[in-house]
């Protein structure tokens, strides 16, 4: 019997409520395929915060050290708004897991089902079959790590703030190697975005993603384009995409429209991978709903759970190598959408049930 082991970091807000959702779900798989479970459940963000005073404690890392991945929920809220900002639960557990784990590549499927056009903000007739991509996002790079980073307060009196963006060749050329993976099991098409008209960080991306493809991807159909066109070519015809590949700020906007458009976060799910192996000679990673922990509408059983039942079976297929099973929880969760079972974030008016009744009908179709 294979036993998968793993980390689970609920959170916040609906991250518990999602999360033991996915939990139920992966018991009931395991199950199917003669799987044992051992994940550990361990405090991050505002819960760690209240508990043990710090977003990340000690204890929590160490447990997602000895673990092959980590399921994660979603964490902060306004509960911890007033913290200065070093301490909020995002930057202080979500950026260091992401660093300390060299967590460098974000995948996040844009994934629309034509069934649920109606979600989206966009005309149907501009998706008449859904929406589906993929955005891969460098995410340990960029301006939100990058040196110097403080406020100062000037002489004159007047406060200057300053970001600093850096990218190294060699950063640039691994996330395009990820791009290059997504892209082959796909149509292998490429779009790469950047801001080369402006930014030198940009020209570096745009020699580095170029020279990456020609020498090691002759395959790969690679086009470029300026991050402030992607947005508008996201919103105007988004499947003119494939694959898009881009640094971490452009990414983390660029996906978060993707998200929009693609109806309800409660939907999509993303994996975020690095240059580690886990104890299976898989990727270790870390695995998480795209969206953040919707305190709106939290403790109502009024969550969608699909995100985090989507981000586990990511990590089954990425992290496990569980491809047969992955796929097989994702066409539990259509069917489930496409019978018409939904949850209020995507039910437009039609009846809805709610996070515990949605996960039943997934787990009947899987059974
Ligand atoms: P949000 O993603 O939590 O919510 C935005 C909207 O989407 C809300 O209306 C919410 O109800 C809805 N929504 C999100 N997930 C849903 C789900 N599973 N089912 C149904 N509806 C869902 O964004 P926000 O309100 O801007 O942020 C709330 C908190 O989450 C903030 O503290 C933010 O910092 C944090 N956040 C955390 C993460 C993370 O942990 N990775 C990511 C984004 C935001």
């Known amino acids: 019997m294979s036993t998968l082991k793993f980390a689970v970091l609920a959170g916040d807000y609906i991250g518990p409520e999602v999360m033991s959702a996915a939990l139920r779900v992966l018991e009931h798989v395991a199950g199917q395929e003669n799987l044992q479970l051992d994940y550990t459940q361990a405090d991050v963000g505002g819960a760690a ?57 974000n995948l996040r499927p844009g994934l629309l089902y034509p069934e649920l056009t109606d979600a989206s903000p966009l005309k149907s007739e501009r998706i008449p079959h859904g929406i589906d991509i993929v955005c891969i996002r460098e995410l340990t790079g960029g301006i939100y790590f990058g040196q110097p ?22 950063e640039i050329e691994r996330i395009t190697a990820v791009a290059v993976t997504a892209a082959r099991a796909r149509k292998k098409q490429l779009c790469s975005v950047d801001k080369a008209n402006v930014l030198e960080t940009s020209v570096l991306w745009r020699k580095t993603v170029t020279a990456y493809i020609a020498e090691h991807a002759p395959d790969i159909a690679l086009s470029h384009m300026y991050v402030d066109n992607a947005a508008m070519q996201l919103a105007r015809d988004p499947n003119q995409f494939d694959v898009f590949l881009t640094e971490n700020m452009f990414g983390d906007i660029l ?15 993303s994996a975020s991978l690095g240059a580690r192996s886990n104890s299976l000679g898989k990727p270790f990673g870390l695995y998480e709903p795209s969206g953040g922990t919707a305190p709106d509408i939290a403790g109502k059983n009024l969550a969608n759970p699909c995100a985090q039942i989507l981000s586990a079976a990511l990590m089954l ?36 049930v709610g996070t515990i009744a949605m996960t039943d009908a997934i787990i009947a179709n899987l059974s």
């Open 49 to 105: 915060i209240d508990r043990q005073g710090t977003a990340l404690p000690a204890s929590t890392l160490q447990i997602c050290e000895q673990s092959d991945a980590i399921l994660f929920g979603s964490v902060g809220g306004p509960k911890w708004e007033k913290l200065p900002t070093k301490e909020q639960p995002e930057r202080a557990a979500l950026l260091p897991l992401r660093k300390h784990f060299t967590l460098f590549a």
């Open 149 to 170: 980073k403080s406020t100062t307060t000037l002489p004159d009196g007047d406060v200057e703030a300053i970001d600093t963006m850096v990218y190294r060749k060699s």
């Open 255 to 269: 996906s978060d429209e993707m998200a929009v458009i693609c109806g309800s976060l409660g939907m999509l799910s």
């Open 317 to 352: 297929r990425y992290s496990f190598g569980l491809e047969a099973l992955a796929t097989r929880m994702e066409a539990a969760v259509r069917q489930t959408v496409t019978s018409g079972i939904r949850t209020g974030d995507i039910a437009f008016g039609r009846p809805s």
